[in-house]
């Protein structure tokens, strides 16, 4: 090898290292993410995630959190499940347009659930909380409260009552309130009547 052979390897190589460098910066940090676009990204770059976060709107006060979609859903909460959901909604004066709904889970990601991943949404979805940053947060289905609230409790044993809920990183509480899903609701209707009366003390809070 010449010198000009040399110094023309020697280029290529310091491009391809500066290449490597930009990438490198490109990738997300999840504490430092500020968009919900942010964080998709970043699941699109870990996971292949090719979804929204957030279904409705972004900058309601309210913020339902599902547990988990089933893979062949087209939204958050679908089928007879996601019409008994609307007509909950409807019920308090409001519908998806009004509301921030997620899934603990994404859509789209219900088949993963190795630990690195688990541990990966988890702060995925307390800064999803952060950047969206709601003033209620109602979470429905007990696999969202284990992985959300870090306990065993059910949603029987948890419904009926406001409670504080700030992430590790929010120092101002959101106020949070289980709310049966709608799955169970089908198959026990005899819960329907706690359902109500949960719905209308959401809408009192909301100013309804």
Same mark, same amino acid.
């Given at each position: ?7 023309? !390897?020697?280029?290529? /190589? ?10 490198? /910066? +490109? ?5 430092? *993410? $500020? ?16 979804? $929204? +976060? ?13 547990? $988990? ?36 889970? @994404? $859509? ?13 949404? !988890? ?26 609230? *870090? ?6 044993? +948890? ?13 101002? @509480? ?7 899903? @709608?799955? =169970? ?16 003390? =959401? ?6």
């Amino acid at each position: 090898m010449n010198l000009n052979e040399y110094k023309i !390897q020697e280029t290529k /190589s310091e491009i391809n290292a500066l290449v490597t460098q930009k990438n490198i /910066s +490109l990738k997300i940090d999840l504490n430092s *993410a $500020k968009t919900l676009e942010e964080l998709e990204k970043y699941l699109s770059e870990n996971f292949n995630f090719n979804s $929204k +976060l957030i279904e409705g709107s972004i900058n309601s006060k309210i913020l339902f959190f599902f547990g $988990k979609c089933n893979d062949i859903d087209k939204k958050i909460i679908d089928g007879n499940a996601g019409e008994l959901f609307d007509k909950m909604l409807s019920s308090i004066n409001l519908d998806r347009s009004k509301i921030s709904l997620a899934s603990y889970i @994404p $859509k789209g990601l219900e088949n993963l659930d190795d630990d690195e991943f688990l541990n990966k949404v !988890q702060l995925v979805n307390y800064r999803l909380i952060e950047i969206v940053n709601p003033k209620f947060i109602i979470i429905m289905s007990n696999f969202c409260i284990k992985m959300l609230l *870090a306990t065993d409790l059910s949603s029987m044993s +948890l419904r009926g009552k406001w409670f504080d809920f700030n992430t590790p990183n929010d120092f101002t @509480p959101k106020k949070c309130r289980v709310l049966y899903e @709608p799955e =169970i609701l089908i198959n026990n209707k005899e819960l329907k009547k706690d359902t109500w009366e949960d719905l209308k003390e =959401i809408r009192k809070q909301l100013g309804g």
